[in-house]
């Protein structure tokens, strides 16, 4: 056993047992905490590039499960997102709470599975095993969404189908033509032909309906914002990122010799876009929960908007790594805090949110605090990533992305300070029902931790490095002279 | 020769199916109807990848286990997104219910 | 050991800030406390920096925070200049707030951000490179956000939204710029200035239009000011802390940067930039006099004041030559040793008499005579008076003008000075010469301690502006420090 399979198939023990668990709800998760925290710790700690084929099957037949520099930030960062989610989902979807006991019934299996699926989508490198990870995702995810509505959950689940159709015939091309659907054996293989691009376009389109990308974004903000809180939090999270995660294996990796410059600027093209129209939708919102949906389908587009920054001077394969991370704890902490919030207010409008920085400081110092990563402000995580990326276009002459991210940026400071001076505003203190601890901890751990990701830029940035795909600039380290050097090369 | 030919019945029926499929997608309204327009395209995708499988002499498994894995995959979705139509349905009939109550009194 | 010196500038406001947020309502007497004991440790600590400094001894600290960007605090003469300003006000303004506030609602929070402002404002001061220098500058728009909101009603929301558009956008263009020139010429060290040879001529013209629009929003420069007067919706603590040391100051302090340490006031000179930047900063000196003498409100005129003053230090910069650049420096110091002394005084005025405009300043003099005294003193520094400290700028910034070749700016200088006389002396004439208005009773200023600590710590800066420039060639004296930086060659 290596911690590689662990990692999936753990969760979905868990998912088995806690259809089983009854009033041991709580007992189950610390025990699915402590052991994906300690796998994920050894996960870290494995070489960038430790491989293993699941089952003794070798390639091209079998399944490999790989830990290179981009899933050993994103698995632990789905362990701390959905433990800490697991916290206050407690509370919501108690075993002893009978008012919700459908809902309780299915939370926490569909939780599970969704925890296995991204863990299997981060670390696999087989294009179909990829396919059901994606399916697996959308099952937990459409579930969870249907307990807010089922009107947009089930538009989610058809968009996502049809997604699924898009990527599949992708894969069968790939598997006429190369006889294998691994991308590590692709990476060596993979030619600049039709055939071969042609799969590449299908599956992205399939993906990026996964990713919510811009224009394909429709089913996330209904779906997103009704579902409940913790629901909410692992949708915006781990979901969206499982689509461009296989995105970028796809163009870095796998398909990297169809990956066409002018490919990668359509894509680019395509999150500038989305990062403008999703700012621009959010701050039209009046409610609170449509407006951090709508940030989300913003906040995708950068993660698009730096594919034509990869191959380029800088350090933008980091800055990509640490915007997955970084959205994916700071939007949880922001879905979590925003549905406490909610609870205390008067009803769903941001403008019933006065007076709650009284009543709730420590909520609304969460909500503050991810707000922060999210508008790419430092120190946080967010901003470590919107300034490596803004850095690698400045330094590659491509001034409009940059200007794009950095209006992006004021566009989510116009948003997400909305809701925050609401928040201060007023003279009275709402009276609000007293909240589990963990409840309020949950949010506030995560909004922190979306912060310290800003101080520990180095260790991370080396680490998402390691292993990356040989598409990666590769920069020698970086010095004084180095770096002069290059610059005046550059200017003439 | 021959085998070649059925190799492309195989893909060119998939691709037509596939096409049907989005066709029906993009045309109908109704929930089930586009779910069942959904299973038709992927049945086309399942042919074709089977298909592949299909040589002169011997018949390779591995696209074939890839299609049985699917087709899992996909009976289980399309099984989920009847019982939603159905949830969606019977909210809908409850609603609309509550209408008609409403509008009496 | 020495080397953490510079980190423990920081440490020590951080803690108090998280004590502040901490600590229950009901032990606001520890908060008050632990608040000037940190304020006083940071002042010893800074005396002893500045001793180590007198000999030539600089302190520096590094880190790499992302690959290819140190994070680096540098404590050296002129950084100390900036740093033992903000520590002595932080001191006087926290008794000054304490008094002010008395036991008012959201005081964990009011301190708490108090706090991290002047802990922005430090690492502002010693920030080693233009991107620690960003890190810093963009913290203190976060820190002072709630300040500027914090009594919650609709005109602080408003004032919070326009500090928030004008600084955020402000810093955006200003990270470009550094973004962009780091791009060119490598690292931007404040210690060791970048070749800029290599960079064609309009390129650099552009940075420079981008770096100096972006701190010319926190300095207040035409046409960037809007946000000033219409943040004295803040509480008058808020005010004065702003308005002397942390925000404006920011600004001011980074366009010397800028210039002196980035671009060299020799390229300045050569691109061309140095005079339409002196014309900008005249052109700033005298609308904000010009406004002020419409004001009614007395912080509303201070705040164009303020708009004006700062200019002051931006003129200096501008100004090729040492004489020049003394006079800007000396004025960053004893600007804000002035203008806090008169934003804590109209502060007192307001909560003890209810006077906030100046027509209701009749016969103040009589009711809060150590006050007003206080303020008499400030206000004749703005004008220029000596031996207040405000003469020695005018004086330093008019000479510089004169070795510059640049006769015009002793017309500035004087116009500008017809002006600040024009709406202070009608505020004197009012306070001693006429009558009070209504019934009020002298307010017994020095019994209770309240009124102690809301009175003398304007009583202090008054003394210590009037020091200032009294004893102008002793030793450790603003001036003398400033010319101590000047003949080591830190600014060529």
Known sequence: ?492 | ?105 | MTAFLPLALLTLPLVAALISFAMPEARAVWRDASNILFALVKLALVGFLLLQAQGGVDFEWRYEFLPGHDFVLRVDAIALLFVTLSTFLWLIATIYAIAYFERGPNLARFFGFFNLCVLSATGVAISGTAITFFLFYELLTLATWPLVVHKGDEKSLTAGRVYLTYTLAGSAAFLAGILWLKALVGPLEFAAPPDLSPVPTLTLILIFVLLIGGLGVKAALLPFHGWLPQAMAAPAPVSALLHAVAVVKAGAYGILRVVHDIYGAGTVADLGLGLPLAFLASATILYGSLRAVMQNDIKKRLAYSTVSQVSYIVLGASLAGPIAAVGALVHLVHQGIMKITLFMCAGALANRLHIKAVTELDGAGRLMPVTMASFTIGALGMIGVPPVAGFISKWYLGSGGLEAGDAWVIAVLAGSSLLNSAYFLPLLYRAWLLPPQGDHAPVAELTGGWNRMLVLPAAVTALASLGAGLFASFPFSPLEWVSLIVDAGYLR
Do not use: C
């Open chain 2, 1 to 105: 020769m021959e085998a070649l030919a059925t190799g492309h019945l195989f893909a060119l029926t998939g691709a037509v199916l596939v096409g049907l499929g989005l066709f029906g997608f993009i045309t109908l309204r109704h929930a089930l109807r586009q779910l069942l327009a959904v299973n038709v395209s992927g049945a086309g995708v399942f042919l074709m990848l089977g298909g592949l499988g299909r040589g002169a002499a011997t018949t390779d498994p591995f696209p074939q286990a890839l299609v049985i894995t699917g087709i899992v995959v996909a009976v289980a979705l399309t099984a989920f997104g009847a019982a939603l139509t159905l949830r969606q349905a019977e909210e809908d009939h409850a609603a609309k219910e509550d209408d008609e109550r409403g509008g009496k009194t």
């Open chain 1, 1 to 492: 056993m290596s911690p590689l399979d662990l990692l999936v198939v753990a969760p979905l023990v868990f998912m088995v047992l806690s259809l089983l668990a009854g009033g041991w709800q709580r007992s189950l998760l610390a025990l699915a905490i402590a052991t994906m925290a300690a796998l994920s710790v050894w996960l870290m700690t494995l070489d960038p590039g430790t491989a293993h084929v699941v089952g003794g099957w070798e390639l091209p037949l079998g399944v490999l499960l790989r830990a290179d520099g981009l899933a050993q930030m994103l698995v632990p960062a789905v362990t701390l997102t959905a433990g800490l989610t697991g916290l206050y989902a407690l509370h919501q979807f108690a075993p002893e709470s009978h008012a919700s006991n459908a809902q309780t019934a299915a939370f926490w299996p569909l939780y599970y599975l969704m925890w296995s699926a991204a863990n299997a989508a981060f670390l696999t490198t087989d294009l179909f095993n990829l396919y059901v990870t994606l399916e697996m995702a959308s099952i937990a995810a459409v579930a969870m969404a249907a307990m807010g509505s089922v009107r947009a959950a089930l538009r989610y689940l058809l968009i996502a189908l049809l997604g699924s159709i898009f990527y599949l015939l992708g894969v069968a091309l790939i598997l006429s033509r190369y006889g294998t659907v691994d991308v590590t054996l692709l990476a060596g293989m993979a030619e600049a032909d039709f055939a071969t691009a042609l799969a590449l376009a299908l599956m992205t389109g399939g993906l990026l309906v996964k990713a919510a990308l811009f224009p394909l974004h429709g089913w996330l903000p209904p779906a997103h914002a009704a579902a409940p809180a913790p629901a909410s939090a692992l949708l915006s999270g781990l979901v969206v990122k499982i689509g461009f995660v296989i995105t970028v294996r796809l163009w870095f990796e796998g398909l990297a010799a169809a990956a066409t410059p002018a490919g990668l600027h359509v894509l680019g093209g395509i999150g500038a876009l989305a990062i403008l129209f999703g700012s621009l939708q959010a701050i039209r919102q009046e409610s609170l929960k449509a407006l951090v949906a709508y940030s989300t389908v913003a906040q995708i587009g950068y993660l698009f908007l730096a594919f034509p920054l990869i191959a380029g001077a800088g350090h933008a394969w980091a800055g990509l790594s640490f915007h997955a991370v970084a959205h994916m704890i700071a939007k949880a902490a922001m879905f979590l805090a925003a549905g406490l919030m909610l609870k205390a207010a008067a009803g769903p409008r941001i403008a019933d949110l006065a007076g709650l920085a009284r009543a709730m400081p420590l909520t609304v110092t969460a909500f503050g605090l991810a707000a922060v990563s999210l508008m790419g402000l430092p120190p946080s995580g967010g901003f470590s990533a919107k300034f490596l990326l803004v850095d690698a276009a400045l330094r590659q002459g491509q001034a409009i992305h940059a200007a794009v991210m950095l209006i992006g940026g004021l566009l989510a400071a116009v948003y997400l300070f909305r809701p925050l001076a609401v928040a201060f505003s007023g003279s009275e203190t709402p009276a609000v029902p007293a909240k589990a601890p963990s409840m309020v901890a949950a949010p506030l751990a995560l909004a922190l931790a979306a912060l310290l990701l800003g101080f520990a830029g180095g260790p991370l940035a080396e680490l998402a490095t390691g292993g990356a795909p040989a598409t990666v600039a590769q920069e020698p380290p970086p010095s004084l002279e180095n770096t002069v050097k290059t610059a005046s090369e550059d200017a003439q």
